[in-house]
């Protein structure tokens, strides 16, 4: 069983939600996102995701297009983003967040397998739809790591089940139709996009996109098995001032909420 | 799926977009299929390319250009007289008639030169639709005749600060906001890029250019031309005018792509020349990048062919030979400028004055019975600005 599918297991079996938390790498450097995630870990994240820097991020909003952009200023490249998961791997399980281009250009094959050298779990590409995955998947699954696809409001049920049949570890279910980015409420439509996919496969649900305060990520996991926050933290990292105490509160924070809530129904 | 295997050129196309978007180009893709075969679109469609848009548009043999370079007759597809003054409005025509087959009230774009937003922005207000054009900081400074016009027309124009603020940026913010507004938005892609099928439906819409191209030059000489020449961007108005002479392998086609300040300085456009093959903006296909797979910014004194990465058929044209690619310079590209003004009269805009450029590279060489097809694809009205700004008159 991998790492991610662990996880569930564990968490599943003391009714809770697992808290995903995303980094963008060498934002505003490496060092610094090192640190982060030993925060992110220490305020109580189940899956650390680190976001690889990419110059055309298409399916982020402002907050993740400026953190991308400050580390590309640095020189960020995937490969540095590997060596540094490999610096900080722990019992935390991690995930990669990258556009598909720069996966490309390192090659499928030689990114996998020194992916899985440095810790990596699991990938997560928000331009490659599994229709398109099957090079990757070829590359990925021989070294071990999980291909966790996306799902949308807009996705028909024959989507949901293709890429069901694609993903492993969990699915990445995208809580509204739009990019990345801090919002103020739920969206009602979320419940049924959720059972929906739970109805097409066993696979544990995460939910992101506009996850920003603990009493959403409440409600969230009152329907799924996972909560997925990330421009809440990058925007959090942007001031600089205790940037590494605020985080791991905001994780703790995070954390509360979804431990308070009562025993989930399996 | 299914429906991706049809939207590749060998290798290039695909479609690499969030997964928000595939159900939203499945629809696009049944509906335009439907369309392409329905004569009573197709016949609406022609009507108003005829009545509103001004087809068919002359192919006027350049004689004092053809005297001037001295060597094969040069011939030009007049998209330049155009409604809109380009060949854009072809597309918008017919992409904005498909927006109102599927109900969709909204209608947006992305643009570097703004022709396309010009285009689209008229279509919009002819049909009576929103309409908002997403369009580089830097290209509306460039070209703010064509962000009046677009004001004019009703149209939002909506600036993006982000990246190298020209048409690669004004495209991910247009995707950005049809991913957020997917269910009553249609987007309007202005070239042969972009996700499936956006490349092959771009093309169908442009190919009357070749197609009128094609018919005209046998009329006036009784035979196919020698040469194709056209400047490439994204690459719809070359795609338009070498399609329909796909099977007709004598006929020799060059796009014309923007050299910039020089290939060896780093500050150009010339994707298929000195590019390599890369996932932007939802296809498969050449890409100026770095080697870790980042964009890199481009330059070219034209917005319109502004732009790091190509449509995908245009990468399979270059890798079986179909098309050859060359690069002009900002330098060489304001002389063809001059040269068709003083020559024929015609003041092309930047992007054609590529295409000119290049014929005094390739017309002296070939005989005088040799026969050249330019697309001109747009006037340089929107360009006179901003060239007396360059040349300091």
Redesign the interface.
């Known amino acids: 069983m991998s790492r991610l599918a662990q996880v569930f297991t564990r968490l599943r079996a003391s009714h809770k939600t697992a808290l995903v938390a995303f980094v963008a790498a060498g934002d505003p450097d490496l060092a610094t996102t090192a640190e982060e995630v030993g925060a992110l870990s220490r305020g109580g994240a189940d899956i650390l995701e680190l976001g690889v820097p990419?110059?055309?991020?298409?399916?982020d909003?402002p907050v993740n297009?400026r953190a991308y952009?400050r580390a590309?200023a640095r020189g960020v490249?995937?490969?540095d983003v590997l060596d540094l998961a490999g610096r900080v791997r722990s019992a935390v399980p991690m995930v990669l967040l990258s556009y598909?281009?720069?996966?490309?250009?390192?090659g499928l094959q030689r990114f996998c397998v020194e992916s899985a050298r440095s810790g990596v779990d699991g990938l997560v590409v928000?331009?490659?739809?599994p229709?398109?995955a099957d090079d990757l998947i070829t590359s990925a699954r021989p070294a071990g790591l999980d291909t966790i696809?996306?799902?949308?409001?807009?996705?028909?049920d024959?989507?949901i089940r293709?890429?069901a049949a694609r993903s492993t570890g969990f699915i990445y279910c995208?809580s509204?139709?739009?990019?990345t980015g801090v919002r103020d409420r739920v969206p009602e439509e979320l419940h049924g996009l959720v059972r929906r996919i739970k109805t097409q496969s066993p696979l544990p649900v995460c939910v992101g996109f506009g996850v920003s305060t603990p009493q959403q990520a409440r409600q969230i996991a009152g329907v799924a098995d996972g909560v997925i926050v990330g421009s809440a933290l990058v925007s959090l990292a942007e001031e600089p001032q205790d940037r590494i105490a605020r985080l791991e509160q905001f994780v703790r924070d995070l954390r509360e909420a979804l431990d308070a809530l009562p025993a989930r129904e399996a | 799926?299914g429906s991706?295997a049809s939207g590749r050129f060998g290798k290039y196309g695909?479609?690499?977009?969030?997964?928000?978007?595939?159900?939203?180009l499945d629809q696009l893709e049944q509906e335009y299929t439907r369309c392409k075969d329905d004569p009573q679109f197709q016949e609406e469609l022609a009507r108003y390319l005829r009545s509103y848009c001004g087809r068919p548009t002359p192919l006027y043999f350049a004689q004092r250009l053809t005297e001037h370079l001295g060597g094969g007759r040069i011939y030009l597809k007049r998209e330049d007289l155009l409604h809109t003054g380009a060949h854009k409005i072809n597309n918008t025509m017919g992409q904005v008639l498909l927006a109102v087959r599927m109900g969709k009230r909204r209608i947006i774009a992305e643009t570097g030169a703004g022709q396309h937003g010009v285009a689209t922005a008229t279509a919009a207000a002819m049909f009576g639709l929103e309409c908002d054009v997403y369009m580089g900081s830097e290209d509306m400074a460039r070209q703010e005749l064509n962000v009046f016009r677009m004001r004019l027309l009703g149209a939002r124009v909506l600036a993006v600060d982000?990246?190298s603020r020209t048409l690669?940026?004004a495209i991910?913010e247009a995707?950005?906001d049809w991913?957020?507004?997917?269910?009553t938005t249609f987007y309007v892609i202005g070239s042969v890029v972009g996700p499936h099928p956006y490349p092959s439906m771009v093309r169908d819409f442009q190919s009357v250019i070749g197609q009128e191209a094609r018919a005209q030059i046998r009329e006036q000489t009784g035979r196919l031309p020698d040469y194709l020449v056209a400047c490439v961007g994204g690459g719809s108005n070359a795609m338009g005018l070498f399609h329909p002479f796909f099977d007709d392998r004598d006929v020799r086609m060059v796009g014309v792509e923007a050299g910039g300040m020089g290939l060896a300085a780093g500050q150009h456009a010339a994707t298929l020349v000195a590019g390599t093959p890369?996932?932007?903006?939802?296809a498969f296909s050449y890409?100026l990048?770095d080697?870790?797979?980042?964009?890199r910014p481009t330059h070219s004194v034209s917005a319109g062919l502004d732009y790091p990465g190509v449509g995908p058929e245009h990468s399979y044209f270059k890798d079986t030979g179909r098309a050859a690619y060359v690069a002009v310079s900002d330098h060489e590209a304001l002389e063809g400028f001059h040269l068709l003004a003083q020559t024929e009269g015609i003041i092309p805009a930047l992007e054609p004055a590529h295409a000119i450029a290049y014929l005094k590279t390739l017309a002296p060489t070939l005989d005088r019975n040799r026969i050249v097809v330019v697309g001109l694809s747009g006037r340089g009205d929107k360009d006179v600005q901003h060239v007396s700004k360059i040349e300091g008159s």
């Open positions: 990419f110059s055309d991020p298409v399916a909003g297009q952009q590309l490249t995937l490969g598909y281009n720069p996966v490309l250009q390192y928000p331009d490659l739809p229709d398109e696809f996306l799902l949308a409001p807009t996705s028909t024959a989507r293709l890429a995208v509204v139709t739009g990019v | 799926m991706v695909g479609r690499f977009v969030p997964e928000t978007l595939i159900p939203a982000a990246g690669k940026d991910n995707l950005r991913v957020t507004n997917v269910r890369g996932v932007l903006h939802g890409l990048q080697d870790a797979g980042q964009v």
